[in-house]
């Protein structure tokens, strides 16, 4: 069932609230196997013994639903595509209503999974469980990817997180594809073959980290140097933008023109959940408001600068972003 929203009027409004009528590309975030993510804070974990809750939380997850959390936290409009099913699926819509401007889902049978966390505050271990979501019927997922990349044909079109079994590793190079067949920018946050298939399609933005990189090329990567050189080699087989995150030591851009390495402000770490997500999502923003790449970057390093700082899956505060921009380092590397 398609949930009706008048994304036109949520775009003008958006666009009315930007005072320099600059219109920011609009952006598309896929989220085909969102979760409801509860997270559990308890003093330790004993065998054989009930452990009592210190605390409790329930938050929409998933690769997608966080980069269109960050991006609304950039005050950058995104438009969410979004498969849900059952009763947790229904309370995943409506908290999704608190997270995000644009919903659209597609309800199939069965349930939303839930990612389980538990955080042992003595050891300050974090046990995590991720579910497994349901099967979406061939006929309702090209229902929800034919608006997906129509949508996205008018600016970007975000690709993130894994696949769930069933679906082939062959999708988001399909996607890349047709989004590009149609005037928009394919961004591929993804892995092992889904990423080696979406490279060969040519997206516009891809993000591994640097463990990602080096599954995918089938090599280590000793030094920052020898990733920007693979990153270019990569960048020139056909990807507009190559950005390689490199967790505590910020991350890598290799585009057309040139390769920025943004070192990230030492910050004290809670849980990095999220931080590749808050990365892609304020690169995103920067580039759908026509910032040039090195920009896009340091924005980019600092919110996930800023989401490793707060605990389990809440992403960066805003308010907080210009003193960590300030404190982003930037160099060009002559790769
Ligand atoms: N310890 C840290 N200190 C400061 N910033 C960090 C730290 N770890 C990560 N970051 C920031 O978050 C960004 C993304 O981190 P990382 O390279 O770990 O991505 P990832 O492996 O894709 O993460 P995820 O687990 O979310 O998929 C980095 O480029 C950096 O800006
Ligand atoms: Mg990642």
Known sequence: MLKPVNFYQQLASKMNANPQGKDPAPISVLSLNPSLDMTYEVSSLLEDQKAHALATRYDPGGNGINVGRALKRLDTLAHNYCVIAGEIGQLLHRLLGHHLDAVQVEEVAGETRINGTVLERESRVQYEVS????????????????LFTERSHFGFGVLTGSLQKGLSSHLYAE????IHAGGGRAVVDAHDEVLRHAVEAGPFLIKPNRHELETLLGQELASIEDVATQARKLQRRG?????????????????????????APDVPVDSTVGSGDSLVAGMLAAFAHNSPAEKALCQGVACGAGTVQQAGTELFDSAQLPDLLARVGLRQLDI
Request: negative net charge; proline residues 9%; glycine residues 12%.
């Open 175 to 178: 996607l890349v594809e047709k």
């Open 239 to 263: 990807v507009t933008y190559v950005c390689v995150s490199l967790g505590a030591e910020g991350a890598l851009l290799t585009g057309p023109d040139n390769t920025h390495l943004a070192t």
């Open 131 to 146: 579910g497994i979501g349901p099967p979406v019927p061939d006929s309702q997922l090209q229902t929800l990817l034919d």
